[in-house]
């Protein structure tokens, strides 16, 4: 890893060039960091010892990852965690979502994740800027061939404030029975049908699999939602693909509902939920801990 150093050598490194240098224009901070020995590139990482780095790498977000996307010289490399907090990320936890790929310039593929071999990639974020949107950190690992016994070692891999997107998918999540529900899009739409307003909530997961439906059949406010006013359905869908929907829908018999904020500028409303569902076989699932922050539609 490189050495990393405070903000003050930076400062007294750039006095005394400065100060030696009087013939030529200041120091950047880029020259500094260069001069340092400190990253300089978005994306920087040696590969059996040869180095590589580059400026074209972006982020992007999801409700479930975050890929960084990299390349240059014809080659390109993907790297991904399962999410952007500040913290520790190790391969062999999660290698579908904890990996880096490498594609070379003859087009073979090296990942981190090969069947039958344990993965020895670490991943560290380092500072992840909300206000910027920027994620920097570094990573090393072994990079192995899809066909192949071929290894690739990577060492000193770094990303420096590598812009973070998020796409406007919305976002849902909860917890039902004893398993996580995690949408990976989330939206609300309001609809009028012969005077009647049915506000909902939707989200979607699991490759479209499962599903959580809120409806408020009236138009919503800032406010608690009860079952028990008459005015607020749920249903979960544990397996959409099924036309079993006796086994696999689940209505709300009980629960609440939270809208915390409607977002009119974001176009989003954020919100909480608690619900009991039950389908028609009477198998009840308590889902608890329910929060979205869903994209108006």
Do not use: H
């Not at 060039?17 to 001069?35: H, V």
């Not at 380092?126 to 990573?139: A, C, H, M, Q, R």
């Amino acid at each position: 890893m490189k050495k990393r150093f405070t903000p003050l050598c930076l400062l007294l490194a750039f006095i005394t060039f400065s100060s030696c240098e009087k013939d030529r224009e200041p120091f950047t901070l880029e020259e500094l960091f260069e001069i340092n020995g400190l990253p300089t590139k978005r994306f920087e990482l040696r590969l059996n010892g040869l180095e590589f780095e580059t400026d074209l790498a972006n982020g992007l977000k999801t409700n479930t990852a975050f890929g960084i996307e990299a390349s240059g010289s014809k080659v390109s490399y993907a790297l991904s965690i399962s999410d952007v907090v500040e913290g520790a990320y190790f391969g062999n936890t999660d290698e579908s979502k904890v990996f880096l790929n490498y594609r070379d310039a003859n087009g073979t593929l090296f990942s981190t994740t090969k069947q039958g071999v344990r993965s020895d990639l670490n991943v560290v974020v380092s500072l992840y800027n909300v206000e910027k949107s920027v994620i920097s950190g570094n990573f090393s690992g072994t990079l192995m061939a899809s066909q192949g016994n071929l290894q690739l070692q990577v060492s000193n891999g770094s990303f420096l404030e590598v812009p973070v997107a998020k796409p406007a998918f919305g976002e849902m999540t909860a917890r039902v029975g004893n398993r996580s529900f995690v949408a990976e899009s989330c939206s609300f739409k309001s609809t009028n049908s012969g005077g009647f307003i049915f506000e909902t909530f939707l989200g979607v997961g699991n490759g479209d699999s499962t599903s959580v439906n809120i409806t408020v059949e009236q138009k919503i406010e800032e406010r608690e939602y009860q079952f028990s006013a008459g005015a607020l359905t749920a249903t979960y869908n544990s397996n959409t693909f099924s036309s079993n929907t006796f086994k696999n829908q689940y209505n709300g018999e009980s629960g609440k509902l939270l809208i915390m904020a409607i977002d009119t500028l974001n176009n989003t409303v954020q919100g909480s939920f608690n619900f009991t569902v039950r389908n028609a076989f009477g198998e009840p699932i308590d889902i608890r801990e329910g929060n979205f922050n869903a994209l108006i539609k």
